[in-house]
T-cell receptor
Framework: AQKITQTQPGMFVQEKEAVTLDCTYDTSDQSYGLFWYKQPSSGEMIFLIYQGSYDEQNATEGRYSLNFQKARKSANLVISASQLGDSAMYFCAMSTYNQGGKLIFGQGTELSVKP | ETGVTQTPRHLVMGMTNKKSLKCEQHLGHNAMYWYKQSAKKPLELMFVYNFKEQTENNSVPSRFSPECPNSSHLFLHLHTLQPEDSALYLC???????????FGDGTRLSIL
């Protein structure tokens, strides 16, 4: 069975500091993709970063980086230099070819950035 | 121009009404999705269309009826909904099935 686990319901970080949001996954498929999305209080889902299971380098997109540890089945999101606008829900998600691309989401982590 | 556009943004309807949600993507993607998100919960996949063909129906009640006339448009037809169907309905599209999905702003649906 495919599963995504986010163990941090809520996180606080001081503005300008870095924060790591945890995500572990479970799948028996060899080919899969891992994603992080941001959902502000307004509701839209904003795609942040993608990591393919065969990618050897960790993905980076601006202030976002994905710490991919395949053997440990973890895909933590690192946000550097936090900004007040980073306050939102963050969802880790996974899809696999064998599941027809069905995107499975974790429970989410609510990040609050303090000034 | 946003990549994925959903209308309406908000919808209030009675249980006996019939309405439709519309999703349009301008990204040239081949796959489109409907998700339901109840308050403070993760997204639940409802339907997947790939090249206009439905590839996934995640045990969705028949009062939700999707339609995909072409790769750019996706509809969700609603009839005789229940109060527990009140939620945020999000549409997404992706280039391929295992590729980043880009979401619309969602339709916030309230059933009276």
């Amino acid at each position: 069975a495919q599963k995504i686990t986010q163990t941090q319901p809520g996180m606080f970080v001081q503005e300008k500091e870095a924060v790591t949001l945890d995500c572990t996954y479970d799948t028996s498929d060899q080919s899969y993709g891992l994603f992080w999305y941001k959902q502000p209080s307004s509701g839209e889902m904003i795609f942040l970063i993608y990591q393919g299971s065969y990618d050897e380098q960790n993905a980076t997109e601006g202030r976002y980086s994905l710490n991919f540890q395949k053997a440990r089945k973890s895909a933590n999101l690192v946000i550097s230099a936090s900004q007040l606008g980073d306050s939102a829900m963050y969802f880790c998600a996974m899809s696999t070819y064998n599941q027809g691309g069905k995107l499975i989401f974790g429970q989410g982590t609510e990040l609050s950035v303090k000034p | 121009e946003t990549g994925v556009t959903q209308t309406p943004r908000h919808l209030v309807m009675g249980m006996t009404n019939k309405k439709s949600l519309k999703c349009e993507q301008h990204l040239g993607h081949n796959a489109m999705y409907w998700y339901k998100q109840s308050a403070k919960k993760p997204l639940e996949l409802m339907f997947v269309y790939n090249f206009k063909e439905q590839t996934e129906n995640n045990s969705v009640p028949s009062r939700f009826s999707p339609e995909c006339p072409n790769s750019s448009h996706l509809f969700l037809h609603l009839h005789t909904l229940q109060p527990e169907d009140s939620a945020l309905y999000l549409c997404a599209s992706s280039q391929a099935l295992v590729a980043p999905q880009h979401f619309g702003d969602g339709t916030r649906l309230s059933i009276l």
